[in-house]
């Protein structure tokens, strides 16, 4: 159960386009289509941004979108506004019940 | 409207225990599989424990298992989350969510309860 690899920070300017990587193994990102993505912003609630890899809830803008390549699963913003400034985490199932999260990343908007 | 409010959080010393509770509404709390995340001072969510909507399946992550137990109360429409055998490492904001399934996203999220162990 280590966690996924994210990167620490990343920064855009508004109006620009941004993406977090998530690297986790074969027993996790890479074989399962249950990958999630969570906006943090610090002293809130965590919010599911993207589940199913790619897949939005109601109510998430569509400038958020997910992919997966493998054992790599991505988030990008598109458009980046200041509101997008928070803490991002992935999260994949991991078999039998368990979920590993990612390691978090600080977005950044110049 | 859906709110799960977590309590129960406070000091302990290590080796002792603590109960943190999260009481559900605006949904069939019954329904849903439920789960604890935590996030220590400074680091990322580390997924903790999850419970099936009956109450018949509980899973842990390696670093609580044998030492912490998730229990739900369908009636009371409450979550919980026994901690024993404490450790300073276990110092975080724990924080209760749900879900549709057991291998489902996390689809709402309480704020959290600071729990801290320290001497």
């Known amino acids: 159960q280590s966690a996924l690899t994210q990167p620490a920070s990343v920064s855009g300017s508004p109006g620009q386009s941004i993406t977090i990587s998530c690297t986790g193994t074969?027993?996790?990102?890479?074989?399962?289509?249950?990958v999630s993505w969570y906006q943090h912003h610090p002293g809130k609630a965590p919010k599911l941004m993207i589940y199913?890899?790619?897949e939005r809830p109601s109510g998430v803008s569509n400038r958020f979108s997910g992919s997966k390549s493998g054992n790599t699963a991505s988030l990008t913003i598109s458009g980046l506004q200041a509101e997008d400034e928070a803490d991002y985490y992935c999260c994949s199932y991991a078999g039998i019940s368990t979920s590993v999260f990612g390691t978090g990343t600080k977005v950044t908007v110049l | 409207e859906v709110q799960l409010v977590e309590s129960g959080g406070g000091l302990v010393q290590p080796g002792g225990s603590l109960r943190l509770s999260c009481a559900a509404s605006?949904?069939?709390?019954?329904?849903?599989?439920m789960t604890w995340v935590r996030q220590a001072p400074g680091k990322g969510l580390e997924w903790v424990s999850i419970i099936s909507d009956s109450g018949g399946g509980t899973y842990y992550a390696d670093s609580v298992k044998g030492r912490f137990t998730i229990s739900r109360d369908n009636s009371k429409n409450t979550l919980y989350l026994q901690m024993n055998s404490l450790r300073a490492e276990d110092t975080a904001v724990y924080y209760c969510a749900k879900g549709q399934c057991t291998s489902c996203p996390f689809d709402y999220w309480g704020l959290g309860a600071l729990v801290t162990v320290s001497s």
């Open positions: 074969g027993s996790d990102v890479g074989s399962y289509n249950l």
């Open positions: 199913e890899v790619s």
């Open positions: 605006g949904f069939t709390f019954s329904s849903y599989a």
